[in-house]
Every structure is written in C-alpha cells, then in structure tokens.
C-alpha cells in the first residue's frame, strides 16, 4: 500500500492506493467487458485528450473482439480548440469503425477571461465569421437537447440520442486528477457495485463510467507507447 495525503476542509483525510496482482489495462479491460455484458449500447465521449484517447482505442479493441461495431463516438467541439485536438478528434470522428456524434452546436461556457460577459458563445449563428475553425461537413450543428450548458449537454444528448435505450457512455475522468475526484468516483455506487460513474436517468437506464478511474498519468504514456497509439501532439510541446 502506499497513502496519497491530502487536506480537505481543514480535515486530515487519508486516500490509500491499494495495488492487486493485475495492471489496471487489465483490469480495464475486464471492466469494459462487463459494461458490454451490463448495456446494448455504449457510447465513448472524447476530447481529443490523452486520457479519453485510451478509452477510445480500449474500447474500440473490446468492441471489435465481442462483433459490436461500429463503435458510437462523441465530441462535444467547443469551437475554441487546439488544431491538434481538432486533428485527433477528426482521426476518431472519421475511423472506419466509428458511428460519429460531432456535435458542433451552439453553447454556452462561463467565461472567466473578462468582466464584461458572463458567456462565452461556442458556434454562434449570428457570429459565424469570428469562429475559431470551421464546421465539419459531418458534425450535428442544430441543438435540439434543450439545454445550452456544456456541463449538462452530456446527459442530455445521451438522453435524446438513445432514448429508451439502456446506454452507457465512457469517459477518461482519473481519480489522480483532484482530491474531489478521489471522493467521488470512489464513495458511492452509481450502477450496482460500480463507484466509479454517474447517473445520467435510472429510469432510462443510462449512465456515464469511468473504467480508467485508477489509472496514473504515467499508465497512460505507458498504454499509448506501448500499443503505438495516435495521440495529441500538443502533449509534445
């Protein structure tokens, strides 16, 4: 065992790192073989970060091995992105294995670079000649989920896409992050035994996981190096 101190509400608060006689690419595998067992349907929500590129291409092996292909892909695109990020989602979007959700809608996210607007405007209509990189012929560009938020347009899409369809949709979210994110993919479950997820609707049956939880950045590179996988070329710089 080897304890991760941190402070939390002026609170001494203990996490401790339990290892098992298995890698954690093991075990997630095993872990996305249990969500295909668990859901007729799984969705993978990418960034074009290091660590929901490890989902795409984990997920994408389990679902060529169990015949369930292609594999349904989403990006939220908030219009302000790095050209490498827009190259990697492109690479994913555009995979002969993948059913694409690009979702390059109109949104709003809390603008924290100015005093004099609340909102930054992702894929305004009204402002199409100040967008940052240009809509893809494939993206979905109509909002049509009934929220604007960025936060919330996950479980909405979701909900609206796969209606009265039992879903799961993965993400790359890692414990080792923040202290808020030890809590609260280790706490409670979310799905029978499954902590480490979140409920989108219980009654729909459709939820968000997490099957990278415990992994280290280090286990990321490592994943990527080993398998030669397509990544982010901003991580070089």
């Not at 989902?55 to 992105?81: C, H, K, S, Y």
């Not at 199409?128 to 993206?139: K, M």
């Not at 202290?179 to 459709?206: C, D, F, H, I, N």
Request: proline share 4%.
């Amino acid at each position: 065992m080897n304890g991760t101190r941190f402070g939390l509400r002026r609170q001494r608060r203990f996490f401790v790192r339990i290892y098992k006689n298995q890698t954690v690419y093991d075990a997630t595998i095993a872990r996305l073989n249990w969500i295909y067992d668990e859901f007729p349907n799984v969705v993978v929500s990418v960034s074009g970060g290091k660590d929901s590129t490890v989902v795409f291409e984990m997920t994408l092996e389990v679902a060529r091995e169990r015949g369930r292909l292609p594999l349904n892909v989403m990006w939220i695109d908030q219009e302000g992105e790095w050209e490498s990020t827009v190259e990697q989602n492109r690479y994913m979007m555009y995979h002969p294995d993948v059913k694409p959700y690009w979702m390059q809608i109109p949104m709003v996210l809390f603008n924290a670079t100015s005093v004099h607007g609340h909102w930054l405007r992702c894929w305004d209509p009204t402002q199409q000649d100040l967008w940052i990189h240009e809509q893809d012929p494939i993206s979905y560009k109509e909002n049509i989920y009934g929220t604007d938020r960025f936060a919330a347009l996950f479980g909405a899409i979701i909900m609206k896409e796969f209606r009265g369809i039992p879903t799961a949709c993965l993400g790359g979210v890692r414990a080792e992050e923040s202290p808020t994110r030890v809590v609260s993919l280790t706490y409670a479950a979310t799905y029978k035994w499954v902590t480490w997820g979140k409920q989108y609707s219980v009654k729909e049956r459709q939820y968000a996981f997490y099957p990278i939880y415990d992994w280290s950045y280090t286990d990321i590179w490592k994943a990527i190096h080993d398998h030669q996988w397509r990544y982010n070329t901003l991580y070089d710089m």
